[in-house]
């Protein structure tokens, strides 16, 4: 099993582009989220999925939008791209809501000059 | 704002040494666990304990939980090189255990 698989690894954004995050998880579970890192700080919720077909704001939504697409991929859409959402992207997932741990990806470094 | 807060920010020791974590929360919570982050990987998952336990191991580690105080210690014994990284605390809100919140994370370095 591959587990939490996230692409690009990297990416390099002008002020205004927009990019897609991609995740995809291959342990049936439920609920899907993503993160995002700044240095030296914890991991903030931007948007997370309970269930397919459902998604939820986080602690840090704006300027972010999300697809689930089906039970295994949970896409994150930067529409206009900000400095100030330079950061490590994180996807994780859990088989249900609370309660369970969260299997994270790899992470994805974003910087938008 | 964040729910658990890691203390001390940053910990430095020798190799053999014990290094002793605490996190803080606000809210009650049914679980809280316990996450290590090598530098530029994901967070990996280590213990979870919950709301009715009061302490738990695993191998090296050892967790506590005082609901009362709203407190959690993660405590590594023997420590090694390859336990220097970053520990989170993640406790999922009660009111809607879809989400679960991460503080800052205390930085461990263990000197060989």
């Known amino acids: 099993n591959a587990g939490v698989t996230q692409t690009p690894k990297f990416q390099v954004l002008k002020t205004g582009q927009s990019m897609t995050l991609q995740c995809a998880q291959d342990?049936?579970?439920?609920?899907m989220y993503w993160y995002r890192q700044d240095p030296g700080m914890g991991l903030r919720l931007i948007y997370y999925s309970a269930s397919e077909g459902t998604t939820d704001k986080g602690e840090v939504p704006n300027g972010y939008n999300v697809s689930r697409l089906n039970k295994r991929e949970f896409s994150l859409r930067l529409e206009s791209a900000a400095p100030s959402q330079t950061s490590v992207y994180f996807c994780?997932?859990?088989?249900?809501?609370?309660?369970?741990?969260?299997?994270f990806g790899p992470g994805t470094r974003l910087t938008v000059t | 704002s964040q729910q658990g807060e890691e203390d001390p920010q940053a910990l430095s020791i020798q190799e053999g040494e014990n290094a002793t974590m605490n996190c803080s929360y606000k809210t009650s919570i049914n679980n809280l666990q316990w996450y290590r982050q090598n530098s530029g990987r994901g967070l990996v998952h280590l213990i979870l304990?919950?709301?009715?336990?009061r302490e738990k191991h695993s191998g090296r580690l050892r967790v506590t939980l005082d609901t009362s105080k709203k407190s959690s210690s993660l405590l590594i014994t023997a420590s090694r090189a390859a336990d220097t990284a970053s520990y989170f605390c993640a406790t999922p809100l009660k009111v809607d255990a879809g989400k679960s919140t991460f503080g800052d994370g205390t930085t461990l370095t263990v000197k060989p």
């Open positions: 994780a997932s859990t088989m249900g809501r609370g309660g369970y741990e969260q299997y």
């Open positions: 304990i919950r709301s009715n336990e």
């Open positions: 342990m049936n579970h439920n609920s």
